[in-house]
């Protein structure tokens, strides 16, 4: 209890209020998702392992001093690995498109030893998703033949 007191104190600074910060709705959430079975995305977060780190958990400024301000207003938090919780050294600021291709339903797929998902070899290739996707999936070709196919496709456009 003494130290929820003092961190309390601590978050209580003059004119500086954490419930009127841009990035305390973000805060709050996030530990919602991750400690509170009744949250409609608990499924996704706590119920698979996922948590916040507890120095994040009892305080809004320990983790906006970790994570920093929001470098433009499109910015999102993004964990690196999905399958660790929010904690220093795992989060990002990232775009919508980065945060997309981080995902635990992407498929990855590896060529010539890089593993890229779909969305990223087609921007590689120079050809929509689709194309790529689409030779990969309803074709049902291995990476060296969609690449092969791609790659004449991006020729004869």
């Known amino acids: 209890m003494k130290t929820r007191r003092k961190l309390k104190q601590v978050e209580r600074r003059p004119g500086h209020k954490a419930t009127e910060h841009p990035l305390y709705r973000i805060w709050k959430d996030m530990r919602h998702r991750c400690h509170t079975p009744t949250h409609k995305f608990y499924y996704n977060y706590g119920g698979r392992g996922v948590t916040v780190c507890q120095a994040w958990r ?76 689409g ?17 004449k496709l991006k020729k004869a456009s």
Do not use: C, I
């Open 58 to 133: 009892d305080s809004f400024w320990q983790f906006l001093a970790d994570v920093g301000e929001r470098p433009h207003p499109k910015a999102t938090l993004d964990r690196v690995d999905n399958s660790r919780g929010y904690e220093p050294g795992n989060m990002r600021w990232a775009t919508w498109s980065e945060q997309q291709r981080n995902t635990r339903s992407n498929r990855r797929s590896e060529w010539q030893g890089e593993t890229l998902t779909a969305a990223e070899w087609a921007e590689r290739f120079g050809v929509t998703y689709h194309q790529f996707w």
């Open 135 to 151: 030779r990969l999936r309803h074709y049902k070709y291995d990476m060296a033949k969609t690449v092969a196919s791609v790659e």
